[in-house]
């Protein structure tokens, strides 16, 4: 069946520094891929998407980039910030079917140091 | 505008007994959806309903039932709650149900102990 795989967490950055989070992914046909964030306390929020191969989506300084080749997802951001510090989460959507559910990684926490 | 909201926020129950938790979507969203989250762990699928309709079920037991109302609200019912119940339940609400991207928001949350 379909699966997300992210890289195991905790991830601890200085402030500044470069962030990759690795996501990779099974699924039949072409799903859409997506990365949420969960800030402490809070819910989980779409950090961007991205619906089909060599699609880049970007938000708030992070990007990724659909790779079919390699079926992966990895999340990026150049220079991260103490708010950045949440848990990030990998899903996949299948764009085909009777429903859209959403099948998730078991989320990377991060902690971003002054 | 609102978003997705989920009442109670808490919720502690003992083994056995039956839950329910609701959830009102974003105004003008018609579909919703059910997650379990189990600390430390990504969201699981439970139930998907668009139009007051069923349009998908995840590997749960029959102890877990759900229902959307006229307005698009909804319920997720547990009945013989176990602890390995205790979990975040999330609910998220989109536009439609299919389509080859519908965003969809969450809410949330509510907690639930089971003790």
């Known amino acids: 069946g379909d699966s997300v795989t992210q890289m195991e967490g905790p991830v601890t950055l200085s402030e500044e520094a470069f962030l990759t989070i690795n996501c990779t992914y099974t699924?039949?046909?072409?799903?859409?891929l997506f990365w949420y964030v969960q800030y402490p306390g809070e819910g989980l929020q779409l950090l961007l998407k991205a619906t089909k191969a060599d699609d880049k989506g970007s938000n708030k300084g992070f990007e990724a980039t659909y790779r079919k080749e390699t079926t992966s997802f990895h999340l990026e951001k150049g220079s991260v910030q103490v708010s950045d510090s949440a848990v990030y989460f990998c899903a996949l959507s299948r764009n085909a079917g009777n429903n859209r559910k959403l099948i998730w990684g078991l989320g990377t926490s991060l902690a971003v140091n002054p | 505008d609102a978003g997705v909201t989920q009442s109670p926020t808490h919720l502690i129950k003992t083994r056995g007994q039956q839950v329910t938790l609701r959830c009102s979507p974003i105004s003008g969203h018609k579909s919703v959806s059910w997650y379990q989250q189990v600390l430390g762990q990504g969201p699981q699928f439970i139930f998907q309903y668009y139009e007051k309709e069923e349009r998908g079920r995840g590997n749960f037991p029959d102890r877990f039932s759900a229902r959307q109302f006229p307005n698009y609200s909804s319920e997720l019912n547990v009945n013989a709650l176990l602890l390995g119940d205790s979990a975040l339940y999330l609910c998220?609400?989109?536009?439609?149900?299919?389509?080859?991207?519908?965003?969809?928001?969450f809410g949330p949350g509510t907690r639930l102990t089971v003790l």
């Open positions: 998220a609400s989109s536009l439609i149900a299919t389509g080859v991207y519908n965003e969809q928001f």
């Open positions: 699924a039949t046909g072409y799903p859409s």
